[in-house]
């Protein structure tokens, strides 16, 4: 097809032909269109269909701000809805369709819709869908939801790549129109760092659009020139196709660079999008105005666009949307355009200006003091109405009609930390107000400075000003300075269906009746109406629609108030956000030293925190996980088996306080702990509750390492600075977490000591008498490699656990392997170590739950009263010793086939199954392979006097009911003989 | 030194350090660096500096900065530094440290915590700006600096303008690793 729309000049690249498909038809481009310019280049004016009453739609601008012009871009899994063709780069092989329609775009069924419009009116759906209300999630809300939205998603992953990184400054310059570049000029030739970011694929802003000059030459080849400049200077970075989406604290502006949007196959490996962090003390806000509609009877025809920007496309892209155009304009800038259409060539209907004094020409006819009254046209617009001054009127033909109701300021990243915009009363629009974000400051039109010139002067001065520049400015091209005053024109009087929000459909009438129904604050106009909602987030039909609310409430619209700017400035991919971080690299992946080892075993591994653990290790023909688990347990205490137990916390303390400290930290006694030593030690929180538990070993005077639960690790190591630094300045202490520095293993079992005399150097005596239960120390293992050995125990049988440097760590492990073969040693994972510390009736996360002391969890008599440690105070508050204090107990099935159900709650064997009658609840349970039968703790009031008591376990929720016996929580080895073994 | 019959293997999991070049830059593990850490002990950080600047033959680094020769040291926080030295000949750091730095600091070995990776060539920053929030202005050559990488806490040390090192967490290294290479195909 050919392109019947394209006119003479412009800055696309005629020697670059590039194919593309729009609705399964084929069309040509050139490098340098965007998918907008191409289609009205190729006489494609209808691209949509709107959002509730299915008309028809074309675009509406030329930039970031259009609401009508959007569509699904790229196919398959690649697909991306309700991409504005406005901005869409054309690349050779581009693919969009139109969406929100069916069949077609042409002969859309919901079409429909637009009959009932008096039905569809603000709040439809609040009204209509009220009964039943067990219809609204499975009837309502799918079929509206079908019936409305926009475009739809792949409901495939995503395939492309994504990234994130973060730059620095001197200046950030956000925006590329004549104050931009004359702010980065000024900024860059003084030899400051800057950052010059723009939306655009082509730098220049609104420079490009425009056929006046600047000094000698044409806007757009100035704004090549100094682009060029920049370029040349290693101290600025030039960044095109880089929405900057958002001014945040500190002196952070995020910002989404398209790095590979516009090509046709991505590189591999590359990424299509980049967010960056720029950081930077001062920014430049050169954002530049959107032009701002009028609304008028059927106002949204496709062909019926903004003024600027039937400007834009004509100068910048050789495109024109129809041959014949007409302007309605309320000042002089809606005249620039016609006259710049007509020295392309195109035929200009009228000018209708509803002005009286409006300026005349000799080139085409001006309309004074006339308005639009309706339009005409089905799939595109052929008429416009005309309400003349002398009260006749006319209709005027034309395919195409620029609407100009005058510019206002983009101040929304002056918003973005709550900051509200003041009205300016010349303009008739908001500027930017006094709060602006720390370090930013706003030039241009951003700033309400309409003209060339000013945008120049602004620019370069409030770069000088943000960099504390001495010295003359840069010398400033020529350029226009026309006064430019805006006298408010928002609507047509008497238009029935005249659209303010053309995304969301939100109609004059829409706004007037959520008045009318008690929507006062402009939030909840928002809200009723989806005014201002959407991809476009109200850009082009804000304004509007406060005015119309400010009219009907007799208040001005400064009175009125605006709704909140938020992040991002327009809309970004999930992928965007989510970068290289997605799927398994969603978090961090901590690796145990025996990870390869386990891996090659087949372990079948659990996620602990960013924790990656054996979870239990399955051998052929072992077909459910229990089998694994209950053949770990039985063999461990039957013989010896072997846990990797690296993730436990552990953290080096050292100084000539250490003693101190932990006595501090630590509820229970520490100070006298004794060199090879380790104890069980118990952390409260300030407010008395359990905090986390562990050992500490004591390796020298000066010396201790501190255990942690996996889970606590980081939070108790934080803690802990917090204490030295904060609370205990005054101790010399030193800190450092040693976790990954060491592969610490759990050697248990009856043949646990045999396995490691196997292991650790003779010299060391590891016998009952020579390194009894709790002692510690360093020693040296298979033939001088430095090593540590605890004799702790989280199982309940006779243990070790042995430490070595990380490295060593997988050759360690083997070597137990190997050596344990006479005793046919059995690696474990984290459930079988579950059940055994449950059997043993060892206190884990889940009874460590942040709820509970050490009186609920037994340990009463640990909080030390001889000295002052963190906690130990709050812990004696009245309530936290009641009689009926709840305790840790054991939890035992009265039928051996019944299971015991964690998160269940304890009732008494008679009476109401209820809140108030609940007598506590089993934090952990599993199925002991010890005592065959399901076994679990809890917590009980009183637990400790009801040992023997039967109770009911139930689970409302799940309708679970067992009779259970309360016994002790030590439920293996209660006198702990085989831990001294 | 110790005559053990264990065989250490690197954090990634090989018998060797792991290489990788993108472009003009290569990633090489780094298993052979043996680390220390040296806390001052209260009251005695001036004679810690003292001693430290003995055992590293150049005076104490100062906040974000290393120096050494044989053996290196960066600065890892207020009165705290780490120790750097070759594996192959100070694989007991820790305990050379200790009788260097006497009774003035707490000595604790780190050469397992960490894992290293060197970047070397040309168009490092560029790989660096996607992985960390560091303003890479002011890393010229010495600095040593803390950042998140990947949402691990990490060192970035600028030994010259063509060669950074990167210590991270041990255990973390697949995630590092997929981190900086992920960066160096994009930006290179």
Redesign the interface.
């Known amino acids: 097809m050919t392109q019947t729309n394209r006119l003479s000049g412009g800055q696309i690249d005629r020697n670059t032909t590039l194919n593309f498909r729009f609705d399964n038809r084929s069309y040509t481009a050139h490098s340098g269109d965007t998918l907008a310019s191409a289609l009205l280049a190729n006489g494609v004016r209808m691209i949509g269909r709107s959002f509730k009453y299915h008309r028809p739609r074309g675009v509406l601008t030329a930039g970031s701000e259009e609401p009508n012009g959007i569509v699904e871009l790229r196919t398959g899994n690649r697909k991306e809805p309700n991409t504005r063709a406005t901005t869409t780069e054309m690349f050779d092989g581009l693919e969009a369709q139109s969406q929100n329609r069916w069949p077609s775009l042409k002969y859309d069924a919901l079409a429909v819709n637009d009959l009932f419009s008096n039905f569809l009116s603000a709040g439809f759906y609040y009204k209509t869908f009220m009964w039943p209300a067990a219809f609204w999630e499975k009837l309502y809300e799918p079929m509206i939801r079908r019936a409305a939205g926009l475009g739809s998603l792949s409901m495939e992953d995503d395939p492309d ?1 994504y ?6 400054c001197d200046l950030l310059i956000i925006g590329s129109g004549p104050s931009g570049l004359m702010a980065a000029l000024t900024a860059g030739r003084a030899g400051a ?1 800057v950052i010059l970011a723009d939306e655009d694929f082509a730098l220049g802003g609104r420079l490009n659009s425009e056929t006046f000059t600047l000094g000698d030459h044409s806007a757009s080849d100035w704004a090549a020139q100094a682009v060029a400049e920049l370029s040349a200077l290693p101290n600025v970075r030039l960044m095109p196709r880089t929405t900057v989406i958002g001014a945040f604290d500190h002196g952070v502006y995020g910002a989404v660079e398209r790095t590979g949007d516009h090509l046709p196959t991505l590189p ?4 299509r999008q ?1 967010l960056w ?1 720029i ?1 930077t003390k001062r920014a430049l806000l050169c954002a530049g105005a959107t032009e701002r509609p009028i609304a008028f009877e059927n106002n949204d025809r496709p062909g019926i666009m903004m003024a600027g920007a039937l400007r834009s496309y004509a100068n910048r892209f050789a495109v024109t949307a129809s041959e014949r155009v007409a302007i309605f304009t309320n000042n002089d800038d809606g005249h620039r355009t016609a006259a710049d259409m007509h020295a392309k060539g195109v035929k200009i209907a009228a000018v209708v200006d509803v002005r009286d004094d409006a300026p005349t020409s000799h080139d085409y006819e001006v309309l004074r003091g006339a308005q639009v009254t309706d339009t005409k046209g089905r799939h595109g617009l052929t008429f416009v109405e005309v309400a003349l001054a002398d009260g006749t009127t006319r209709t005027l033909d034309c395919g195409a009609l620029g609407v100009s109701g005058g510019w206002n300021p983009n101040v929304h990243l002056t918003c973005h930390q709550r900051g509200r915009p003041a009205w300016n009363e010349a303009l008739a629009a908001f500027v930017p107000g006094p709060d602006l974000p720390v370090g930013l400051s706003v030039a241009g039109a951003a700033n309400g400075v309409m003209s060339t010139h000013g945008a120049l002067q602004s620019g370069a001065e409030e770069a000088a000003q943000l960099l504390e520049l001495s010295g003359a400015l840069p010398d400033l091209p020529k350029a226009e300075d026309a006064p430019v005053a805006q006298k408010p024109f928002w609507c047509v009087e008497g238009c029935k269906r005249a659209w303010l929000d053309q995304q969301n459909d939100v109609t004059v009438k829409d706004v007037k009746l959520s008045y009318q129904e008690g929507f006062r604050s402009v939030e909840h106009l928002k809200r009723y109406t989806t005014l201002g909602m959407a991809t476009d987030q109200g850009k082009t039909s804000n304004m509007g629609g406060l005015a119309i609310m400010a009219e009907v409430a007799g208040k001005s619209i400064p009175e009125t108030g605006t709704t909140i700017f938020r992040p991002p400035y327009t809309p970004v991919p999930i992928g965007t956000f989510a970068g ?2 997605r799927g398994q ?1 969603f ?6 030293p025996s ?2 080892w386990a891996k090659e075993r087949g372990a079948v591994f659990v996620e602990v925190g ?2 990656l653990r054996a979870q239990w290790f399955p051998l052929p023909g072992e077909t459910h996980w229990r089998e694994s688990v209950d053949r770990e347990v039985r063999q461990t205490r039957a013989s010896v088996g072997v846990c990797d137990c ?1 993730t436990l916390g552990k953290i ?1 303390v ?4 250490a003693a101190a400290f932990l006595n501090r930290i630590y509820a229970n006694g520490f100070a006298k702990l004794a060199v090879g030593k380790t104890r069980y030690g118990l952390m409260l929180r300030e407010d008395g509750i359990a905090m986390d538990d562990g050992t500490a070993g004591r390796l020298a005077e ?2 201790f390492v501190v255990t942690t639960t996996t889970a606590n690790a980081a939070n108790v190591y934080r803690h802990m600075e917090f204490v030295r630094q904060c609370l205990c300045p ?5 800190l ?8 610490q293993y759990a050697v248990a079992g009856p043949n646990a000591r045999k396995l490691l005399q196997k292991i650790v150097d003779p010299e060391f005596d590891i016998s009952n008498e020579g390194f009894p239960f709790m002692a510690c120390g360093n020693i ?7 090593a540590r050995l605890f004799r702790i125990s989280f199982s309940g049988e006779l243990a070790f656990e042995i430490a ?5 760590g ?3 492990m083997r ?1 137990l392997m190997t050596e344990g073969e006479e005793f046919a040693v059995v690696p474990y994972g984290t459930e079988a170590l579950g059940v055994m510390r449950i059997e043993k009736g060892h206190a884990a996360g889940n009874e460590l739950n942040g709820t509970t002391t050490a009186l609920n969890l037994g340990m009463g008599r640990m909080v030390s009263k001889k000295k002052d440690s963190i906690g130990s105070t709050l812990s004696e508050r009245e309530a936290l010793n009641e009689p009926d204090a709840l305790r840790m107990v054991g939890i035992k099935p009265v039928d051996a086939d019944h299971k015991i159900t964690a998160g269940g709650h304890l009732m008494n064997t008679e009476g109401p199954v209820d809140a108030a009658h609940d007598q506590g609840y089993v934090t952990s349970a599993a199925y002991s392979p010890s005592l065959n039968s399901s076994i679990g703790l809890g917590f009980l009031k009183n637990g400790g006097n009801r040992l023997g008591e039967q109770m009911r376990l139930v689970s409302p929720v799940t309708d679970l009911t067992v009779e259970v016996e309360i016994v002790s929580a030590h439920f293996v080895d209660p006198e702990g003989e085989r831990v001294r073994a | 030194m ?10 990634l ?1 090989g018998s060797e350090p792991c290489v990788e070049t993108v472009g003009a830059v290569t990633c090489t593990e780094v ?1 052979g660096v043996a680390l220390a ?1 040296v ?1 001052a ?3 005695q950080e001036s004679k810690a500096a003292k001693a430290l600047a003995k055992l590293i033959g150049s005076p104490a680094p100062g906040i974000g900065r290393t120096s050494g020769e044989a053996l290196t040291a960066f600065w890892a926080g207020p009165e ?1 530094w780490m120790v750097e030295a070759p594996f192959e000949t100070h694989e ?1 750091i820790a305990d050379q440290a200790t009788t260097a730095m006497g009774e003035t ?2 000595v ?6 960490w894992t290293r990776f060197d970047l070397s060539g040309d168009g490092i920053p560029a790989v660096l ?2 992985l ?6 002011t890393l010229d050559e010495g600095s040593a600096a803390r950042c998140s990488i ?3 806490g990490c060192f970035v040390l600028c030994r010259t303008s063509r060669l950074f090192s990167l210590y991270g ?7 590092l690793h ?2 900086i290479i ?2 160096m ?2 930006a290179l």
């Open positions: 790549e990234d994130k990184g973060f730059r620095h760092d591999a490996a590359k990424p980049i962090r950081y290289r971080m690299e978090h961090p992946t901590r690796l145990t990870h390869y960013n924790w690296t080096d050292q100084g000539t306080d000066d010396h005054d101790m010399d202490v030193q450092i977490s040693t976790t990954e520095a060491w592969a040296t293992v298979c033939g001088g490699l430095r070595v440097p990380a490295r060593y997988d050759a360690l070597r | 110790s005559v053990h019959d264990l065989v250490a293997i690197t954090a999991g298993p850490s806390a002990r209260l009251g705290q007991e600091a707490s604790t070995e780190q050469t397992d915590a700006e996607l960390c929030q560091l303003d890479l202005r990947h949402h691990v967490p041990r255990a973390s290294v697949g995630t997929h981190a992920t960066a195909r994009s």
